[in-house]
T-cell receptor, first 112, second 110 residues
Framework: DTGVSQNPRHKITKRGQNVTFRCDPI?????LYWYRQTLGQGPEFLTY????????KSRLLSDRFSAERPKGSFSTLEIQRTEQGDSAMYLC??????????FGDGTRLSIL | KNQVEQSPQSLIILEGKNCTLQ??????????LRWYKQDTGRGPVSLTI?????NTKSNGRYTATLDADTKQSSLHITASQLSDSASYIC?????????FGTGTRLQVFP
């Protein structure tokens, strides 16, 4: 399967802990996006990369959040000092420039 | 303010019936409009994408329409199947940004 892959699929952690998610995009896609989705809502944009450059960050991305795409391939999203409100599905998508985005199946984060 | 509104919020239909989902948007500048299907616990999957000049686009039993003058789109599902149970999200591209609707939750019962 050559789709967008996200790991882990589910993460349960205690409030205050740090978590890191990984996204492997479709190999030839130069753009990679992170979204957050809460129950009953559409995805909300967090940030996106073109190759290894982080080009835009939403104001939703507080200073506890950091995303990297060091070699322009896979990306990681880290949340430090997690809070209850961070509980959500974190979706990754990739695209070839302005072509339609292909989404992964997300990482569901549950904060206890 | 760029917004995408969908209705109804949720819908229950019997297998075999048709249904139509609505999307109204206020996004400028407008680039294209996409409908995604999202199964529970999965990522969204693209169904159709339409540009300003396109009025209708079909993908199997799914037919999307676009009226760029009234800024409205609809997604019509014909002869629904149990596997159509999902959330359907309308997404409008305005410039570099994607504006997501909150989705319509469709449940198809036998």
């Amino acid at each position: 399967d050559t789709g967008v892959s996200q790991n882990p699929r589910h993460k349960i952690t205690k409030r205050g802990q740090n978590v890191t998610f990984r996204c492997d995009p479709i190999s030839e896609h130069n753009r990679l996006y992170w979204y957050r989705q809460t129950l009953g809502q559409g995805p909300e944009f967090l940030t996106y990369f073109q190759n290894e450059a982080q080009l835009e960050k939403s104001r939703l991305l507080s200073d506890r959040f950091s995303a990297e795409r060091p070699k322009g391939s896979f990306s990681t999203l880290e949340i430090q000092r997690t809070e209850q409100g961070d509980s959500a599905m974190y979706l990754c998508a990739s695209s070839l420039s302005d072509q339609p985005q292909h989404f992964g199946d997300g990482t569901r984060l549950s904060i206890l | 303010k760029n917004q995408v509104e969908q209705s109804p919020q949720s819908l229950i239909i019997l297998e075999g019936k048709n249904c139509t989902l609505q999307c109204n948007y206020t996004v400028s500048p407008f680039s294209n409009l996409r409908w995604y299907k999202q199964d529970t616990g999965r990522g969204p999957v693209s169904l159709t994408i339409m540009t300003f000049s396109e009025n209708t686009k079909s993908n199997g039993r799914y037919t999307a329409t676009l009226d760029a003058d009234t800024k409205q789109s609809s997604l019509h599902i014909t002869a629904s199947q149990l596997s159509d149970s999902a959330s359907y999200i309308c997404v409008v591209r305005g410039g570099d940004k994607l504006i997501f609707g909150t989705g319509t939750r469709l449940q198809v019962f036998p």
